[in-house]
């Protein structure tokens, strides 16, 4: 009961503690107006596309709403893990708002995959959750082309684990049209995106966008 509780009545924003469950109009402002950067780490690129230290990848070029160190912490996991379903919804719409000003010529949307034990544990998962909102707001289709083969989560393994653990998590279900993006909660080191977006290639994209809620403050 306290989970149910808290979710419907707690109305104090996650991230500062003001008004206006579940994000406050101040907090809400921070996402999107993160800077363009290079998809892989912060540095600037004016079209989002790869810095000179991460040339040649599968990534053709990518956003985030915000880096995740400025206390957005306690956010993901409340739309990640505490089924904190209006918040996710919220963090969704402001997403696709992102994706829909790059100007990206899109023509499928998909999303890095949950095992499904976490999903039935978590009710839905928040990467397809953004992607869907992604794809009625674009009026693109969705499509769940890759399927994870892992139950790991990323999140709270150390940076060496997560570079060594994506290579094997994921297999890519059919082809896929030439132009795709790719949605998932938060970028870290930008390896998940990577090998994701590797295989969306040799099914048949020739860009893959990525977008994110949150990323990392790499260098
Ligand atoms: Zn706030
Ligand atoms: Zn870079």
């Known amino acids: 009961m306290e989970n149910f509780n808290s979710i419907l009545f707690d109305n104090t924003c996650i991230r ?9 109009n101040e907090c809400c402002a921070l996402l999107g ?3 363009a950067t290079c998809p892989f780490c912060s540095r600037l690129s004016a079209m989002r596309t790869p810095c000179q230290f991460h040339r040649g990848q599968a990534v053709t070029a990518g956003l985030s709403l915000a880096i995740y160190a400025d206390n957005f912490r306690p956010v993901l996991w409340a739309a ?3 089924r904190n379903r209006l918040l996710a919804e919220l963090l969704g719409r402001t997403l696709a708002h992102a994706v829909k ?18 999903q039935i544990r978590r009710g839905y ?3 397809e959750l953004c992607a869907r909102t992604v794809a009625t707001q674009l009026k693109l289709p969705l499509s769940r082309v890759l399927v994870s083969r892992t139950r790991a989560s ?8 997560r570079l060594e653990n994506p290579t094997k998590r994921f297999a890519l279900r059919e082809g896929v049209p030439h132009s ?30 990525t977008a994110t809620i949150f990323a990392e403050n790499m260098r």
Request: net charge positive; with cysteine; charged share 25%.
């Open 101 to 118: 000003q790059t100007g990206w010529k899109i023509e499928l949307v998909t999303f890095v995959p949950s095992h499904w034990l976490n």
């Open 16 to 24: 500062c503690g003001g008004q206006d469950s579940p994000l406050c």
């Open 180 to 209: 795709v993006i790719l949605i998932d909660d938060i970028r870290t080191t930008g390896a998940t995106l990577e090998r994701c977006a590797a295989l969306l290639r040799e099914g048949g994209a020739r860009r893959v966008y």
């Open 80 to 82: 990640k893990f505490k």
């Open 154 to 161: 990323q999140v709270g393994l150390a940076r060496r684990k």
């Open 33 to 35: 107006s993160n800077p």
């Open 125 to 127: 998962v928040l990467s």
